[in-house]
């Protein structure tokens, strides 16, 4: 990507008017707690009818996988379900599985023709990811995806809680992000 663009905004993913937001999703793609509840309520049942499609076609999405569907009526007009890890202590591949997670997202982003991507704290939540590890492997994941994915103009990282904010910013900060 031509001139790196990464930012954070402290905020509401389901709000972001960008062409795909990402969402932290469960394998089984039936929407759950967290960001995954929250996008899949406010995108109404277009987002669940192209999961269960998919759930149909391939059984789900693995660990560290992603796979797109519509937007529905959330005013980015795509969303990618990536499968973050759960966190049972950094010995199953977790970061492995975490940064993939993020690089496929950026690669069916870029396969798709998109600019502009939203991600939210991927595995932070009830899969317990710890959080600085969380982020400092998801900018490095963006960043080393972003290099092969040239039609990629900006990158937002969502936080909804105050800690993860403080934490994106100081990160991109220090690598000269913002």
Same mark, same amino acid.
């Given at each position: 990507m031509a001139g790196e663009h990464l930012?954070?905004?402290?905020?509401?993913?389901?709000? #972001?008017?960008?062409?795909?937001?990402?969402?932290?999703?469960?394998?089984?793609?039936?929407?759950?707690?967290? !960001?995954?509840?929250a996008i899949h309520g406010a995108g109404g049942p277009?987002? #669940?009818?192209?999961?269960?499609?998919? %759930?149909? %076609?391939?059984?789900?999405?693995?660990?560290?996988?992603? !796979?797109?569907?519509?937007?529905?009526?959330?005013?980015?007009?795509?969303?990618?379900? @990536?499968?973050?890890?759960?966190? %049972?202590?950094?010995g199953e591949n977790e970061d492995a599985l975490l940064a993939s997670a993020y690089r496929n997202s950026i690669r069916l982003a870029a396969e798709h023709r998109l600019r502009t991507l939203a991600f939210p704290n991927i595995s932070?939540? !009830?899969?317990?990811?710890?959080?600085?590890?969380? @982020?400092?492997? @998801?900018?490095?994941?963006?960043?080393?995806?972003?290099a092969e994915a040239d039609t990629i103009e900006q990158v937002t990282f969502v936080c909804f809680d105050d800690e993860n904010y403080r934490l994106y910013r100081e990160r991109l900060g220090a690598f000269g992000g913002l």
């Open positions: 930012q954070v905004v402290h905020g509401d993913i389901t709000r #972001m008017e960008v062409d795909a937001i990402v969402n932290a999703a469960n394998s089984g793609l039936l929407g759950g707690g967290g !960001v995954d509840g277009a987002i #669940m009818a192209a999961c269960r499609e998919i %759930r149909e %076609r391939q059984g789900g999405c693995p660990t560290g996988e992603a !796979v797109i569907t519509t937007g529905g009526l959330l005013p980015a007009p795509y969303v990618i379900h @990536a499968v973050g890890p759960v966190w %049972r202590g950094g932070t939540g !009830v899969y317990g990811f710890p959080r600085e590890r969380a @982020a400092d492997i @998801a900018i490095a994941a963006v960043r080393q995806a972003l």
